[in-house]
């Protein structure tokens, strides 16, 4: 049997903790960048050692930031979105991803603060929840200034799951808990869209 390259099997594997890539689609990614120009190969892999020395998360909502934006306060690098004055400190917005809440600052008026998990509850994953971060947010509970938590977890079997776990850890606290609306999309009609769809925005309908 020919002997393939140990340094671009290496790479294969690599490329596979990215979510969606197999083996197959991996060596695909590995054999362009092969083919590719030195130096485009070359600013990749700086672009990649950038982000193990000079990204960090915030130690309070968990969303990524450069090292040179961390704002010290208690010998603890936090964010500017975590110390601003004018948030409303009694809500925390709950995400699986810090895209998620970029996505919700840009897209809404919300004023309160957020939390993102590191992910969603996967046994099968080994994702429990002291692997997804559920302490941090239990230490936020525990301060007892919070009023409501709003879910905003995927409708994916493991965001649903991770959703209904949060919602029983609030049980002994007294704190509002709800979920962002998923359903029917702006401006989209009943006859292209899926059943599963119809049938959580019908069972989630509300009174006008």
């Excluded at 130096?39 to 050692?49: M, Y």
């Amino acid at each position: 049997m020919m002997k393939q390259s140990k340094y671009l099997n290496n790479l294969v594997d690599a490329l596979t903790i990215l979510p969606g890539i197999g083996k197959k689609s991996a060596q695909r990614m590995a054999y362009k960048l092969m083919r590719s120009a030195n130096e485009k190969t070359l600013n990749l892999s700086e672009k990649l050692s950038d982000i193990t020395t000079k990204v960090a998360s915030c130690s309070i909502c968990g969303i990524y930031l450069d090292l040179s934006d961390t704002v010290m306060q208690n010998d603890q690098g936090d964010c500017q979105l975590c110390i601003k004055e004018n948030r409303d400190v009694s809500k925390i917005c709950i995400t699986e991803s810090p895209a998620d809440v970029y996505t919700i600052d840009a897209s809404t008026n919300y004023k309160g603060y957020y939390l993102v998990l590191d992910g969603n509850l996967s046994p099968l994953d080994g994702r429990g929840p002291e692997e997804i971060g559920i302490k941090r947010l239990e230490s936020r509970l525990e301060k007892g200034n919070i009023e409501e938590l709003i879910l905003a977890t995927s409708t994916t079997i493991e965001g649903e799951a991770t959703s209904h776990y949060v919602q029983q850890l609030t049980n002994k606290y007294n704190i509002k808990v709800s979920r962002i609306a998923f359903g029917i999309p702006l401006n989209g009609e009943l006859g292209y869209l899926d059943s599963d769809t119809i049938s959580h925005a019908f069972n989630e309908r509300k009174l006008l």
